[in-house]
């Protein structure tokens, strides 16, 4: 087994409003996408802390923001899911509320928006992506359950999604992942560990102005 690159999550709270989220500004990597997609089975596989975040055999189950604390240095939140069809519109208005005032809270924040690689793009999917551009929120697109595609498919199920995604997503900011599988990681890894590196050179430059 090829060592750990993160520490294992620490589940920290679960937040139900703006209130309870935490008070410190630690890099935060959210998981956002709809409900069942796979974000908490993520979670759990990509940082090989199995039953840190519970899956859900129902979808439509997380109704707050959990987090998760990794060697006091970032959090990784796992988002309620949008998009389920069972449930109310005054539970999805609360859901694009609530969505809406985690994002408000200013954070060093990279989102994992993470697709249903098995369906075609969905245009709440396209919506959400360009509801975050539109906001400068970086994210990185996961497509997930890549053990359900055969190979020879991977590739252009890859590129349908990209095209149907707004303008401005990068190839190299799309990932093919399989949480059963742990496939398709390693890339993602390399990202974040970037991507902290950079958080931690900009804390120590605004510590010195
Ligand atoms: N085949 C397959 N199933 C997955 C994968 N990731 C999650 N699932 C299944 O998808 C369902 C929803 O997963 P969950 O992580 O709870 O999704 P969430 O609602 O986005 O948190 C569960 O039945 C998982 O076992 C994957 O990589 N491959
Ligand atoms: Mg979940």
Redesign the pocket.
């Known amino acids: 087994m090829p060592e750990r690159t993160f520490g294992k999550p620490n589940y920290l709270l679960s937040a139900r409003d703006a209130a309870s989220l935490p008070k410190n500004a630690l890099p935060e990597i959210a998981?956002a996408?709809?409900?069942?997609?796979?974000?908490?089975?993520?979670?759990?596989?990509f940082f090989r802390a199995p039953g840190v975040?519970?899956?859900?055999?129902a979808?439509?189950?997380?109704r707050a923001v959990n987090y998760f604390v990794v060697e006091d240095r970032f959090h990784v939140v796992?988002l309620p899911?949008f998009g389920y069809a069972k449930v109310s519109h005054k539970e999805r208005d609360l859901w694009a509320k609530f969505i809406g005032d985690y994002y408000d809270a200013p954070r060093p924040r990279l989102t994992l928006h993470?697709i249903d690689a098995r369906h075609p793009l969905q245009a709440l999917d396209a919506d959400f992506r360009q509801w975050l551009a539109e906001r400068g929120e970086r994210s990185l697109v996961v497509l997930?359950?890549?053990?359900?595609l055969k190979q020879k498919d991977r590739a252009r199920v890859e590129r349908d999604i990209l095209a149907g995604l707004p303008d401005g997503v990068a190839k190299e900011d799309v990932f093919l992942?399989?949480?059963?599988?742990k496939t398709g990681f390693r890339e993602i890894e390399k990202r974040l560990v970037r991507w902290l590196d950079e958080q931690s050179d900009e804390r120590k430059r605004t510590r010195r102005l």
């Open positions: 998981l996408g709809r409900s069942n997609v796979g974000k908490s089975s993520f979670l759990n596989a975040a519970k899956v859900s055999a979808p439509g189950k997380t796992d899911g993470l997930t359950k890549s053990d359900k992942v399989s949480s059963v599988k």
